[in-house]
């Protein structure tokens, strides 16, 4: 997590570039939108970060590095799961 260094984070601030844990992507979502934009990012970008993916080789690292770098945008956000009713 960017913010509180929290292992394997699932969260990403696409606007700001960084993953964060469910934690702070809460403190994140109260902040608002106009501050912190909270997505759960594509699977393959969140594996990458928690080392998951191919061993989290060179390839692996490099991809995630390119949709931080690049900042995500919404259509690459997966939707947070509904709240339960």
């Not at 990458?48 to 191919?54: K, L, P």
């Not at 390119?66 to 947070?80: F, K, L």
């Amino acid at each position: 997590c960017a913010d509180c260094k929290a292992r394997l984070p699932r969260w990403a601030s696409w606007n700001l570039g960084i993953f964060l844990c469910v934690q702070c992507a809460s403190v994140h979502r109260k902040i608002g939108t106009h501050v912190t934009k909270v997505c759960v990012p594509p699977a393959a970008a969140a594996a990458a970060v928690r080392g998951e993916d191919a061993g989290a080789d060179n390839a692996a690292v490099g991809r995630a590095s390119r949709w931080i770098a690049g900042r995500g945008s919404r259509s690459t956000c997966v939707p947070p799961p509904s709240p339960s009713p």
